[in-house]
């Protein structure tokens, strides 16, 4: 059994920071690629970024220059830090970790970030 458990997101003013974390904990074999989606109200669930096991990150547009997605394979945990922060980027957050030869996709419960104006 895997368990994500997120943590960090809040209520922050336009143009604030917050930092994500998502740790694994269970039977964890190996993780390749982590990531990190968003769900706004209404909308569908949108890829934010990515990080593969060699390290190598993608961002979708409206977050490039602003987040960084980061991981710690030691403590099987992976990072958003998040800067200039605007509305629109509210959302629920999810974190994904695809893990194991099968390449079993797993995902977190969500955390909660409001962007007020």
């Known amino acids: 059994q895997v368990q994500l458990v997120e943590s960090g997101g809040g209520l922050v003013q336009a143009g604030g920071s917050l930092r994500l974390s998502c740790a694994a904990s269970?039977?964890?074999?190996?993780?390749?690629?982590m990531g990190w989606y968003r769900q706004a109200p209404g909308k569908q669930r949108e890829l934010v970024a990515t990080?593969?096991?060699?390290?190598?990150?993608k961002y979708a547009d409206p977050v490039k220059g602003r987040f960084a997605i980061s991981r710690d394979n030691a403590k099987n945990t992976m990072y958003l830090q998040m800067s200039s922060l605007k509305p629109e980027d509210t959302a629920v957050y999810f974190c994904?970790?695809?893990?194991?030869?099968?390449?079993?996709?797993?995902w977190g419960q969500g955390t909660q970030v409001t962007v007020s104006s």
């Open positions: 994904n970790m695809i893990m194991g030869i099968a390449n079993l996709p797993y």
């Open positions: 990080i593969t096991s060699g390290g190598s990150t």
């Open positions: 269970g039977s964890i074999f190996s993780i390749n690629t």
